[in-house]
């Protein structure tokens, strides 16, 4: 048994966890007090995530552990978005604190995008991913498209390093590929950059699962907590955003 499965047969309940709204509220919750003007709001520039309260862990044990992760989107045009950070763990993580600390990081550390900054924010959308119902595949194509979120892991025969990447579900539908096409771009997001023939794809072990995920917008996500962050002054008196620090 593997460490994730050892972990699933820990915390079942962790595996029967549906993505919620309130999930999402929370990232935008920790990103707003992040990037607020100190000024504006009387805090500095660290947010203390323990002066939150994560809604979503009403109704949920504190020992509840899940891999995750939480994807930043910003509009293009109105139904239109564009990837502006990702980040999340295979390992299960408790969900307590987990959410808030990749929703930072997603937005702050991942390299491929400079950190976001404030006048992105009325433009993003927070996506939260669980990770469930791991399952190892006979071979590299063994999963389904729309369906399973892939791991692939292999080693290069030229010196014997090890690579291994993710894709979550949506992937492969948002880019319209099919399993070929997500396979070929996943081995080169490793790292791997040598010919793939037959044998090469063989060789990679490979395991699939299934994630659920819930999107919000920031507009939504106004509407929840009933007024705007961009608008707030130093008389704010919103305390689910507006921190004391």
Partial sequence: MNPIEEEQSKHNDAFKLEASPEMCYYCF????????????????PQSKLAALNPQYMEKLSESVQTPLFVTWEKR??????????????????PLESAIGDYALNAAFKDRRFNPIGLHELSHLRVGVSLLVDYENCNHVFDWEVGVHGVI????DPRDMMMYSATYLPEVAIEQKWDKAQTIDSLIRKAGYSSVIDEKFLESIRCRRYKSSKCRVSYQEYV???????LLC??????KRWCVSM
């Fill in 29 to 44: 919750d920790v990103l707003v007090n992040e990037l607020l003007d100190p000024n504006r709001c009387g805090k500095g």
């Fill in 152 to 155: 692939i892991k292999f080693t």
């Fill in 76 to 93: 293009k045009s109105l139904d239109d978005y564009t990837l502006r950070g990702c980040i999340g763990t295979l390992s299960p993580r």
């Fill in 233 to 238: 002054n130093v008389t704010c008196d919103n």
């Fill in 223 to 229: 509407v929840k907590v009933g007024s705007d962050p």
